[in-house]
């Protein structure tokens, strides 16, 4: 039987990675203040060593491996993000790093990771089947497979998110979390609501292929067709096997909400205009949720700005007004 993951777990993870990531800036987003009524501040986690707040989990997973296991390299697989964050951590921990990918990854999110060192592997057409070069390496290789979500050390180290905004903000009413695997929520909201029981977190994602959604109103992880969509870094699914997050997203969180990809863009374009951040899909999410009205009484507000590995000439395309369809490209 797994052990539970506990506010001790994240505290351990602090001083871990100390040193390895960012204390990342709160800044008050005056315009979404002004819109929503009410104090909203942005958790600049996009400006993170590698430019996502998945750094933090990687950090602490590599450095609490045992000598034997660095020493026969980890892989992982990746939409990107996760995949820059554990090759940085590995090469930073002198560990070699195998990132498995599927073909809908982005160009520039492939070429981050490359350039961190990590070798790379473009496997099917979505993470489940990146999954199995995964399990071949590791069965192999005897590589260790650290995944982007479902890992106790991985949640921990995301909850340290959570430590920092209540640090920064301790009358925080409501935090707004990107939702894929689960990860960052669960572990975020693990930190938020030891600290804080009346604390509101709220998972945001999009609606094309939310595979956490989908897997808590079926009641059980369930596979969703992965398509494109502004978010990227959000697609894939939660894996049928999942030990940790499908059980703490549904225990921890107090609201799920789902923005379509107009709202995303429009995200985008308010970070760029309003706020001067340069944010990916995944990251606009909650603020596309806020500027759609789709949060109920808010009160002092911090969102989870996560990530800004967006293709440039993409953002370029949006922030200019363009109606951009991914689905027709």
Not at 76 to 90: E, I, P
Not at 280 to 304: M, Q, S
Request: net charge negative.
């Amino acid at each position: 039987m797994k052990e539970p993951i506990t506010l001790g777990d994240v505290l351990s993870a602090r001083k871990t990675i100390a040193g390895h990531v960012i204390h990342t800036p709160l800044r008050p987003s005056a315009s979404l203040s002004e819109q929503i009524g009410s104090p909203v501040w942005l958790k600049c986690e996009h400006q993170q060593y590698t430019g996502s707040f998945k750094l933090r989990g990687a950090a602490n997973a590599v450095l609490k491996l045992s000598p034997e296991q660095k020493e026969k390299g980890v892989v992982g697989v990746s939409t990107g993000n996760y995949g820059r964050a554990l090759a940085n951590a590995a090469r930073n921990a002198g560990v070699r790093a195998v990132i498995c990918m599927s073909e809908l990854v982005p160009k520039n999110k492939v070429e981050g990771i490359r350039a961190q060192g990590a070798e790379i592997c473009i496997s099917g057409t979505s993470q489940d089947e990146a999954q199995k070069e995964v399990d071949r390496l590791v069965a192999e290789n005897g590589m260790t497979m650290l995944p982007p979500f479902d890992h106790a050390d991985i949640i921990a180290g995301q909850g340290t998110l959570g430590l920092e905004v209540l640090e920064q903000l301790p009358e925080t009413d409501t935090l707004l979390v990107p939702l894929s695997g689960g990860g960052l929520l669960a572990g975020v909201a693990l930190a938020a609501k030891s600290i804080n029981p009346a604390i509101r977190v709220v998972g945001i994602s999009m609606e094309r292929g939310c595979a956490m959604i989908t897997s808590l109103q079926e009641g059980k992880p369930t596979a969703v067709k992965e398509l494109p969509t502004l978010a990227d870094s959000l697609g894939g699914g939660i894996g049928q096997n999942n030990q940790y997050t499908f059980d703490m997203c549904a225990d921890l969180t107090d609201d799920f909400v789902l923005v379509n990809e107009t709202q995303i863009a429009d995200g985008i374009r308010a970070a760029y205009h309003d706020d001067q951040q340069v944010i990916e899909g995944a990251a606009a999410v909650g603020i596309a949720a806020l500027r759609a009205g789709l949060i109920d009484n808010p009160g002092t507000t911090v969102v989870l700005s996560t990530g800004c590995n967006i293709d440039m000439d993409l953002h370029k395309r949006i922030v200019g007004g363009e109606d951009v369809d991914l689905m027709a490209e």
